[in-house]
């Protein structure tokens, strides 16, 4: 059992409590062994601190040796935004590409292998899936981390991810209350506004977080944004009004409501990171999510000690705090057993019929530092069923080394710069000699046409609705160029052009892998 160091008292243990920090490394830090023994129950484990699922499995061994309830937390949506399998890109693909497959029983599936392969490495608390709707299709954050446009279909395949994950002992972080599709500002830069309608707030974002409530996700991620239909004041963060009075009140939550990063520049530029903390676990947040930026001793002890004299000085009710502790703690609890079912077998895989046979292929997940290396082909199932392809009169597989021209846009910070995208790497396993380059910003077609040379152009984009740049290099290389392959790995939101057209939905491996595939006709 774990055992909390003597002298550390109940306020200052249930301030420690309700931190989710970061930290360095791919080992424990001893600062953070000391902290889990005075009460730190959360910790959450980013790309810096990946290196091979046996990495991971060792160090969440670390953590629980030192106290064996700790929740261990990851981002890992699957597709775009992927922290276990930061360096190769994920064997699934994301929100986007299920979406637009539309098969429930499908994402459950994907979630459940995705939810055992975290459950393997030690991780039990997953910040996914993304329940918001993309309203906005020039959102700059959220894309093809959506499951979609259409309300409906974000509630039931948001449920469905839920129900697949948590079959796995892994508990669900659902996000980013009360929804942030339909936003044009990156909370992690400022703060986004959204200015609808209670109406259209009640029928359209809060429909995905009521299905997720029914499926009975044991977290709720509050998000860094401004609703004035629901408080014209503060951030849904750090709103009592959204999170005591709608999502505890009116959707009936009683799970953890976590917060979204509170080092990213919508909080910590307004209210500051202290101060903000103390207002979100005020407001009816239990967990403070903060590490993703600031992940060193210094800060946890600035949140624990910020917490404990808003307590002492009145601010903050001790009972809250209290409260918002236990409420880690029995989610921890939930974990633990959840996890001993799974490995027992006592508990249901999601639809036995799609749950994933285990095979060997390097192109399910046998390359090197994937999540695990028996794989599975359940998530290029997934991403092959995803693809949308669209043929031109210019059409011709191609047969022989292309030039594949990748139009690179600035990576938002939910997805990182560090993975690896595009079809490049699996287009030269079938045609050795394949060359590319990475080109941005105006002139970029041109720049790739010169490039190619003789050789038959594979443009690939991401989100070229959102940047001109990108659908004029488009233009260029296709004036030039009739015969050239565009393969869209984001949103696919402009009309198909080129002589074949394929849109992925998502940039995971596996979608790039299915474009591949379609770029050869295989």
């Known amino acids: 059992m774990t055992t909390i160091a003597s002298g550390t008292d109940t306020l200052t243990r249930d301030a420690l409590a309700v931190l989710q920090p970061g930290f360095t490394g791919t080992s424990a830090p001893s600062w953070l062994l000391r902290r889990l023994g005075e009460g730190l129950a959360s910790v959450g484990l980013f790309g810096r601190n990946i290196a091979s699922p046996g990495q991971v499995a060792a160090l969440t061994a670390q ?4 106290r064996d309830d700790v929740l261990v937390a990851i981002d890992e949506e699957g597709g775009d935004v992927t922290r276990l399998e930061v360096r190769t890109g994920s064997s699934f693909p994301g929100n986007h590409a299920l979406g637009a497959v539309d098969d429930v029983a499908l994402t459950e599936a994907v979630a ?30 959220i894309g093809v981390r959506s499951f979609g446009a259409d309300t409906a279909l974000v509630a039931r395949h948001t449920a469905a991810y839920v129900s697949g994950l948590q079959s796995a002992g892994v508990a669900a972080c659902t996000k980013h209350f009360p929804g942030h599709g339909d936003t044009a500002v990156d909370s992690h830069h400022a703060m986004p506004r959204i200015d609808a309608e209670p109406s259209v707030l009640d029928s359209r974002e809060l429909a995905p977080f009521r299905a997720a409530v029914a499926a009975g996700s044991r977290a709720v991620m509050s998000a860094h944004i401004l609703v004035p239909a629901l408080d014209p004041a503060r951030p849904a963060t750090l709103s009592r009004r959204v999170l005591t009075g709608l999502l505890r009140e009116e959707l009936g939550f009683d799970g953890l409501i976590v917060t979204d990063g509170m080092e990213m520049r919508a909080i910590s530029a307004t209210y500051g990171i202290e101060r903000g903390s103390v207002l979100a676990i005020a407001a009816g947040a239990d967990a403070i999510c903060v590490g993703g930026g600031l992940a060193d001793e210094a800060t946890v ?68 530092g994937s999540a695990d290396s028996a794989g599975t082909e359940i998530g290029l199932v997934a991403a092959r069923r995803a693809l949308t392809v669209t043929r031109g009169r210019h059409y011709a597989p191609v047969t022989e080394a292309p030039y594949v021209a990748a139009f690179t846009p600035v990576a ?66 296709i004036a030039a160029r009739p015969d050239t392959v565009v393969v869209e790995m984001g949103l696919p939101q402009a009309p198909p052009r080129g002589a074949l057209h394929i849109a992925t939905h998502g940039a995971a491996r596996v979608c790039g892998l299915a474009a591949a595939e379609a770029v050869i006709g295989a």
């Open 63 to 66: 953590l629980r040796a030192e």
């Open 112 to 141: 459940h292998e995705l939810g055992r392969r975290l459950a393997a490495c030690g991780v039990n608390f997953n910040w996914a899936p993304a329940a918001d709707i993309n309203s906005n299709p020039g959102n700059p954050v």
């Open 301 to 368: 002890l600035r949140l624990r000690d910020a917490l404990v004299t808003a307590v002492r000085s009145g601010e903050l009710p001790e009972e809250r705090l209290a409260d918002a502790a236990a409420r880690v703690r029995a989610l921890a609890t939930w974990t633990t057993s959840a996890n001993a079912a799974t490995q027992s077998g006592t508990s249901t895989p999601p639809h036995g019929s799609l749950s994933p046979t285990p095979t060997a292929t390097a192109d399910s997940a046998g390359t090197e």
């Open 412 to 477: 938002n910070i939910a997805v990182g710069d560090e993975t690896p995208w595009g079809v490049a790497a699996e287009l030269r396993r079938t045609l050795p000699g394949t060359e590319t380059g990475s080109f941005m910003g105006e002139g970029a077609g041109a720049e790739a046409l010169t490039a190619a040379g003789s050789r038959r152009v594979v443009a690939v984009v991401r989100d070229a609705h959102r940047h001109a740049w990108m659908s004029e290099a488009l233009d260029t290389l």
